[in-house]
């Protein structure tokens, strides 16, 4: 016997889910709420992106004001103090590149530094981000990402969907018939319902979704993956449905099974992969890093002197000024304590990088999770794109001191000229 | 038929249902694993909260000799202690920062949230005993109570009470409260457990936490057996139900946080702090700007003291201007950030009133503010921490005023430990229970409206029951 139905079969089992008004309000439902968090998405990344343009153009506009600032500046250490305060400014502001499916990562970017400064002051201890500010409050309880969205509530759907076919019908009466009827046994007739419901799901989960990658300003073309890894988690779930309609449970007993199932693969898997993360890559305490920080500060503090010298030692080619005053003196201590604390700070960067690939390695255990992963990896969020987002700035950083501080140190102050050199940060893949 | 008996009834049946002690004491279990992971984590945090402010206060005491000023500017740090409750409900702790840094001129916000430096999670929010408590037991009451009507009409038994002269009002009344017993007597003990043992450290809050606990039990029950009343199978209970909750705990909380978060915008960090700066250089409406503030302050000086020249006062200038312009900055910070907390808590109200429909939001507000994790708590810690920071630099700046004449150089170094060591220390005192209260009562009487108006409507469907 082959467990592919026939086309009548088919035919019969589309009409019976044609008829089933709880499917239809189901499938609904799940269609609403998927287009309101979509839509909400796509509108959401499109300010993003707008906002990215928007600062492009003031970044623009600050250096057109610094180079009408300093075009007649004469040199001098008044000039070298404007260097210094233009080092600390607004220019050296950054914003992490995204993909093309940044609507499907929009609400992770909250919860990131996504907008650092380059500075010739320590970024380690800067309290003014430039980013958004936020209502703990609703970020806490707000929309999460539509990937999550999906994770969450498409699976409930299938589940109300496809469990307990087998039981109902035998609760019913109707099995003996349906064997009966079934010339090509009951496996056929498993995959025609489940292949009604497999793609009803998939209709309403692609209609569903669509809309924040449309109205994202990303290239549609993301859409492939994105529709690829919904397709499949769609037939998962209703395999998993299918598969508690086998076990010799009641329906209501199935329904059960079925609402635990999803409720250890979609919390309790997940926060249990969080929990051996942190133990496989404890987190050092950002309270004990301040301590060390305040170490850095006092060290540098007590060697100002020395460190300038050495500053001067080091670049023969800057006319010595000693001893050092401000700003000269707080440069160096900068300088300092960044060689200090780069080890430590990037400890922290190496536990998230240990911690996001213990949970992608195991991420197949919850099929919610690796959806919400795979649509970060598509939204350019996660975790590996944010730490090189860090290590670029860094970098970006490294360049801006190695620019700026020389015109600091020689009390002369840059010219407009040598500010047209001025380093820029080139992580911003914007399209217009 | 009394309700007595509805009760003894339903609460044997439930007794004797294997779901009862199979969820029920899966999910107690599940709750004490979470509370003693909680706790674990909680004292873990505190333990690190005070080694590391000791640590921060002890390098203020030894600095050694430094220029007041430059000093100050190495500042103090500020760590908002966490109340045992908060291993119940981590509530925004998640979200806001670990530290604020108190130092001159400047009011910073808090950093490092823990939230960035999380593992990748699916992003609906962490298991916690909270989410235990809050969404999971009133899936456990759904499943436990949708069939309570439904199952006596598909059985018949309904048409066979009514045909006996049953009312159908103790009925459904006794078989509420049965329902709620059966749930005390499975999650009772967990619950009793962890409320013991936080209590005695939580004191009053957690027995409020408890009471909050027990009347969102109730209205989740009763939801759950007029539903069961309304509807004629109990496969479409069931599925009601779920739909239901899955609305309440996901649904309306989430889609009513964005909406607030779109409508009702807070300024972007870029605005925020060059509103500051503009408001300090420029001054707030008519008191002119930096520099006409600081030459009027400074004429009077030298006119008050008879001398020509800063390099002349008796006492330190430099100090005494600081302590003028940092009095300023205070106030223009004050004026702001009162601003952006005010509208933080109009997006609070504004989210209240949209998901009042939700006991769980309802009872996500209470429980936050019990412990002490909600925004209310936040802004009362940050408040002492700027007033701590006004008065510490405005002691050393004092000082500094005593100490020095006329002007002085930022690079001398003329106070050494003594003065470190005389600055009060930070001490925080989190607010009570009277507080906790006060910010949470409104989401305490919509509770109490909940159930009020589900029991009415157990009332009127019990008089139209059919069977």
């Not at chain 1, 409720?263 to 898997?269: A, E, H, N, R």
């Not at chain 2, 279990?29 to 979470?34: H, I």
């Not at chain 2, 739909?243 to 309306?252: Q, R, T, Y």
Request: charged share 20%; net charge positive.
């Amino acid at each position: 016997m082959s467990a592919l139905p026939s086309l009548n079969l088919w035919r019969a089992e589309g009409l019976r889910l044609r008829r089933q008004p709880l499917a239809w309000r189901a499938l609904g439902a799940l269609l609403a709420v998927l287009l309101a968090a979509s839509t909400w998405a796509g509108l959401e990344a499109r300010a993003r992106h707008e906002a990215g343009v928007a600062h492009e153009v003031r970044q623009a506009e600050r250096l057109r004001e610094a180079l009408q600032q300093f075009a007649d500046a004469p040199p001098g250490p008044a000039t070298a103090v404007a260097t210094y305060q233009l080092g600390r400014g607004d220019l050296g502001l950054t914003r992490m590149a995204v993909g093309d499916g940044l609507a499907l990562g929009v609400q992770r970017l909250k919860q990131l530094p996504t907008a650092l400064k380059a500075s010739l002051d320590s970024r380690h201890v800067d309290a003014r981000s430039s980013g958004p500010l936020l209502n703990p409050l609703l970020t806490d309880t707000g929309l999460p990402d539509v990937p999550a969205v999906v994770a969450l509530l498409l699976p409930l759907v299938a589940l109300v969907l496809c469990t307990g076919l087998l039981q109902e019908e035998g609760e019913q009466g109707r099995l003996g018939l349906l064997r009966l009827q079934s010339r090509r046994g009951m496996g056929a007739w498993l995959v025609a319902a489940l292949g009604w419901r497999w793609l009803a799901l998939c209709v309403v989960a692609v209609l569903g979704t669509l809309p924040a990658l449309l109205l994202g300003p990303g290239d549609p073309a993301v859409a492939g993956p994105w529709l690829t890894a919904l397709l499949a988690f769609c037939a998962l779930w209703v395999l998993l449905g299918g598969l508690l309609s086998l076990v010799s449970l009641s329906s209501a007993m199935a329904l059960l099974a079925a609402l635990g199932l999803w409720l250890l693969l979609t919390f309790i898997v997940p926060a249990a992969l969080v929990w051996a993360a942190q133990r496989e890559a404890p987190m050092p305490s950002r309270l004990a890093a301040i301590v060390a920080i305040r170490d850095a500060q006092q060290h540098s503090e007590d060697h100002e002197a020395q460190l300038a010298r050495a500053w001067f030692d080091q670049h023969p080619d800057v006319a010595a000024h000693l001893p050092a005053t401000w700003p000269a003196s707080f440069v160096v201590r900068v300088l300092d304590q960044e060689q200090r604390l780069r080890p430590l700070l990037h400890r922290f960067d190496d536990s998230r990088a240990r911690q996001a690939a213990f949970v992608e390695r195991w991420a197949w255990l919850s099929p919610g999770l690796a959806l919400v992963l795979h649509g970060e990896r598509l939204a350019g969020v996660d975790t590996a794109s944010h730490l090189r987002y860090l290590r670029e700035v860094e970098a970006f950083e490294n360049r801006w001191r190695d620019f700026l501080v020389p015109h600091v140190m020689n009390r002369s102050g840059i010219t407009a000229e040598q500010l047209t050199g001025l380093p820029r940060f080139s992580g911003l893949p914007l399209r217009d | 038929m009394s309700a007595a008996l509805v009760i003894v009834k339903e609460t044997r049946a439930l007794i004797r249902d294997g779901r009862l002690w199979g969820l029920g004491l899966a999910l107690a279990l599940l709750l004490l694993a979470m509370l003693a992971l909680g706790s674990q984590r909680q004292e873990r945090a505190e333990r690190e909260r005070l080694d590391a402010e000791n640590a921060a206060r002890s390098q203020w005491d030894h600095q050694g000799d430094r220029n007041p000023h430059r000093a100050a500017h190495f500042g103090l740090y500020a760590f908002k202690p966490q109340s045992a409750l908060a291993a119940v409900d981590p509530g925004i702790d998640a979200l806001t920062g670990q530290a604020l840094w108190l130092e001159p001129h400047k009011r910073n916000m808090a950093m490092y949230t823990p939230a960035a430096d999380a593992a990748p999670t699916l992003g609906l929010g962490g298991l916690d005993p909270a989410f235990v408590l809050l969404a999971l037991v009133p899936l456990l009451i759904l499943v436990l109570g949708h069939g309570l009507v439904t199952q006596e009409r598909e059985s018949g038994t309904l048409r066979m009470l009514q045909a006996c002269g049953a009312r159908a009002g103790p009925l459904v009344l006794g078989k509420w409260l049965g329902l709620c017993a059966a749930l005390g007597l499975v999650l009772g003990p967990a619950l009793a457990v962890g409320i013991w043992v936080l209590a005695a450290q939580s004191g009053w809050s957690a027995v409020a936490l408890l009471a909050a606990l027990l009347l969102y039990v109730a209205v989740w029950a009763a939801l759950a057996v007029l539903i069961s009343a309304l509807c004629h199978r109990t496969r479409s209970a069931l599925l009601v139900l779920l739909a239901l909750w899955v609305a309440a705990v996901f649904v309306v909380p989430r889609f009513g946080a964005s909406m607030v978060e779109r409508w009702m915008p807070v300024p972007t960090g870029e605005a925020f702090w060059s509103a500051i700066r503009h408001d300090i250089e420029e001054g707030l409406p008519g008191d002119g700007n930096a520099r006409q503030r600081m030459s009027t302050f400074d004429a009077k000086l030298l006119s008050d003291h008879g001398v020509q020249r800063l390099d002349d006062l008796p006492f330190g200038a430099n100090a005494k201007r600081r302590l003028f312009r940092d009095a300023y900055a205070t106030k223009v910070y004050a004026l702001h950030f009162d601003r952006l907390w005010q509208a933080q808590f109009q997006q609070q109200q504004r989210l209240r009133i949209l998901t009042a429909v939700s006991p769980y939001a309802l009872i996500r507000s209470v429980s936050s503010a019990l412990a002490g994790t909600d925004l209310a708590h936040r802004r009362h810690f940050e408040d002492a921490a700027e007033r701590y920071r006004e008065r510490f630099t405005t002691l050393v700046d004092e000082w500094d005023v005593r100490a020095t004449r006329g002007v002085t150089s930022a690079e001398s170094r003329y106070a050494g430990d003594a003065l470190w060591q005389s600055m009060p220390p930070w001490v925080y005192e989190p607010p009570g229970l009277g507080f906790a209260l006060r910010a949470a009562w409104s989401d305490l009487l919509i509770l109490c409206l909940w159930l009020a108006a589900l029991l009415a409507g157990l009332g009127i469907r019990a008089r139209r029951l059919k069977p």
